[in-house]
């Protein structure tokens, strides 16, 4: 028989056993029988701890610390390598999260052995001094360190928190210490204040001096600057003036060049008007003679008209007569011939 089994998002599925040499890692699978498969959370886990250690002097001091640790669940790349990587990682935390039914107790030991080991180990190595001088330092080291150990076991640090370093009680180092360094600091800044006030006083003084001196020299060359500028101002006046007559100078010039040049024009004006006007009565006269001569010969015409007209009537009236007299001639032979057949 066969089950199909089905990881959620933040889950993988480890399974062994029959047909597999080492662990196989999916999100779903079928798993047969002879084989197991477990589920394990790549969740991210807070771990909070108070690592006890001791500085090169055997100083107690204690360290407390917040770390978020987890598997690798991203690859570092896109290449084939980054990817096989990320799967050895996920090999490895998941060997190291198998025992596990739904305690994680054993990893948080090991997770809690590496800090307060990796700690101890560099405390050890740093005075007291070096370790409350350098907290941001020796944090960083301790960080380092404890990834380098975690990754063994295919888990990284996403975050750590590490608080202000406390002191055992009955060892108050940090704590004289930070007296220590707050009375310093007040001496330091009394003396800072004192050594304020002096340079304050001897600078009112130096830059009394320097105003005075300043104000001196502003006035000598405020004077120098105005007699320059009236100079300039003189001269501007000048060359202003030049510029105004030469501009008048030029326009005079133009309008009288445009006065001749207008005079000329109308005088041209009148000669063509006198020209067009001699035009105008030529035009006229020869349109009036043409009008005579189309009267006249209209009357010609009528009267060419009316002598025709007299000639056609007397040549008709002949023409009726002489019609008239043969009709006339026609009817009396024929009534002769048929009065002499009468007969």
Known sequence: MAS???????????????????????????????????????SPVNYEFEVHAMSAEKLPFILPAVFTIGPKI???????????DLQAQLLLYSKLIAPLHSSRSHVQELVKGIIEGETRVLAAELTMEE???????????VFNRVQLELNQFGLIIYNANVKQLVDVPGHEYFSYLGQKTQQDAANQAKVDVAE????????????????????????????????????????????????????????????AAAKAELAMKK??????????????????????????ERKNAMRQTEKLKA?????????????????????????????????CLSR
């Open 4 to 42: 199909f089994q089905v990881a959620d998002a933040s889950e993988y599925l480890a399974i062994t056993g029959w047909g597999i040499d080492d662990v196989k890692l999916a999100k779903k699978a079928w798993v047969f029988v002879g084989q197991q498969c477990k589920k394990f959370s790549i």
């Open 267 to 292: 005088a041209g004006w009148d000669k063509q008007a006198e020209v067009e006007a001699a035009k105008a009565v030529a035009i006229r006269e020869a349109e009036l003679q043409m009008e005579v």
């Open 196 to 255: 304020a006030r002096m340079k304050g006083e001897v600078g009112a003084k130096e830059r009394e001096g320097l105003t005075r001196q300043n104000a001196a020299k502003v006035d000598a060359e405020t004077k120098v600057l105005s007699v320059r500028q009236q100079g300039q101002g003189l001269k501007e006046e000048a060359k202003v003036k030049a510029e105004v007559q030469v501009f008048e100078n030029e326009r005079a010039a133009e309008i």
């Open 307 to 339: 002598e025709q007209l007299s000639k056609a009537t007397v040549h008709y009236d002949t023409q009726v007569q002489e019609s008239n007299a043969q009709l006339y001639s026609r009817q009396n032979r024929r009534r002769r011939r048929q009065s």
């Open 131 to 141: 370790i409350f001088k350098g907290t941001k330092t020796f944090k960083e080291k």
């Open 74 to 84: 991203t690859a570092a790349g896109g290449e084939e390598s980054d990817r096989k």
